[in-house]
């Protein structure tokens, strides 16, 4: 069951974020966030979860035996998509 709601999340945001980068371009999801002071309150609360995600993906893949460098890597260039792929791929039994 989580792996079908991780999934199904993945999907949906990935078609967002498709949707999203065809409209209006990589740079152009940036330029949103930096128009207002909303938008960088958005992007900072973003980035602060973020961090939280990284700090706790790290700390399962050592207790877990997994190279946490991609997933950290991906979060890094690609978001939420690299935590959604690192629970994705963990195993159940973690």
């Known amino acids: 069951m989580q792996r079908t709601l991780v999934m199904v999340t993945l999907a949906l945001f990935g078609a967002l974020s498709a949707v999203a980068l065809w409209q209006h371009g990589y740079v152009g999801l940036f330029e949103q966030a930096f128009a207002s002071w909303a938008g960088l309150q958005v992007l900072a609360d973003l980035a602060?979860?973020?961090v939280?995600?990284?700090v706790w993906m790290w700390r399962d893949a050592?207790?877990?035996g997994r190279n946490a460098w991609p997933w950290l890597?991906?979060?890094l260039a690609l978001g939420s998509f690299g935590p959604?792929?690192?629970l994705l791929t963990r195993d159940r039994s973690a």
């Open 52 to 54: 939280l995600v990284m």
């Open 73 to 75: 890597l991906a979060t």
């Open 48 to 50: 602060i979860a973020l």
């Open 62 to 64: 050592r207790a877990t």
């Open 84 to 86: 959604l792929g690192y």
